[in-house]
């Protein structure tokens, strides 16, 4: 099983709302990252997790707030967002060591209102 | 100027030209990722690879690390290939971050 999988794809939410956004896979891969996408932007790094720890935040505000409850999952819970967040919030899984080849899902395309 | 250049920016050709997209870097890197995206979609990883060459179908990937420059090359190109082509570098001192080319958005015309 070569695949990342993320639900919602499509998510509306108004400013005051509390959504959260939730990735798999079971690749067996111990890093799993969240990335945000604008349009006709490369992606953006905003958090790492290693071995279920967080190891990488990019200053990412705290209206987004990660969460990785077991190797397999990692959730993303929006709270108070601002309408430009809305974006392809893309999550992606990798080994750790070796190349690190990152495995990416389709994404949630996320509108905030 | 950016660490990670990309050319050409879009290119538009024919059903069954041969395609070739160039990738070049000016930090270390200890691998160098090729990645695919659609309109709207998910972000596909085509090749990573760190010396040499890598075919996968119609799909070639070269890299040559001491000019610091890496090629995807699409052979008999079809209007399904029509999407953008992201070069991302793992820099040689980073176990995660990639710093990304701007893309080249391909068209393939029937």
């Known amino acids: 099983d070569t695949e990342v999988t993320q639900t919602p794809k499509h998510l509306v939410m108004?400013?005051?709302?509390?959504?959260?956004?939730?990735?798999?896979?079971?690749?067996?891969?111990?890093?799993?990252?969240?990335?945000k996408q604008k349009a006709k932007k490369p992606p953006e790094l905003m958090f790492v997790y290693s071995y279920e720890k967080l190891s990488i935040n990019e200053?990412?505000?705290?209206?987004?707030?990660?969460?990785?409850?077991?190797?397999?999952?990692?959730?993303?819970?929006l709270h108070a967002l601002q309408?430009?967040?809305?974006?392809?919030?893309?999550?992606?899984?990798?080994q750790l060591g070796g190349l690190n080849e990152q495995f990416f899902g389709p994404g949630t395309r996320l509108t905030v209102l | 100027k950016n660490e990670v250049e990309q050319s050409p920016q879009n290119l538009t050709a024919q059903e069954g030209e041969f395609i070739t997209i160039n990738c070049s870097y000016s930090v270390g890197i200890s691998a160098l990722h090729w990645l695919q995206q659609h309109p709207g979609g998910g972000i596909v990883s085509l090749f990573m690879l760190s010396s040499g060459k890598k075919k996968h179908g119609r799909l070639i990937a070269t890299i040559n690390i001491q000019e610091k420059h890496s090629s995807l090359h699409i052979t008999a190109s079809h209007p399904r290939d029509s999407a953008v082509y992201i070069c991302a570098v793992k820099k040689i001192d980073s176990n995660y971050q990639l710093i990304w080319g701007a893309g080249t958005k391909l068209i393939i015309k029937p």
């Open chain 1, 59 to 77: 200053s990412v505000p705290s209206r987004f707030s990660p969460e990785c409850p077991n190797s397999s999952l990692l959730n993303l819970h």
């Open chain 1, 83 to 94: 309408p430009e967040d809305s974006a392809l919030y893309l999550c992606a899984s990798s």
């Open chain 1, 14 to 35: 108004g400013m005051t709302n509390k959504k959260s956004l939730k990735c798999e896979q079971h690749m067996g891969h111990r890093a799993m990252y969240w990335y």
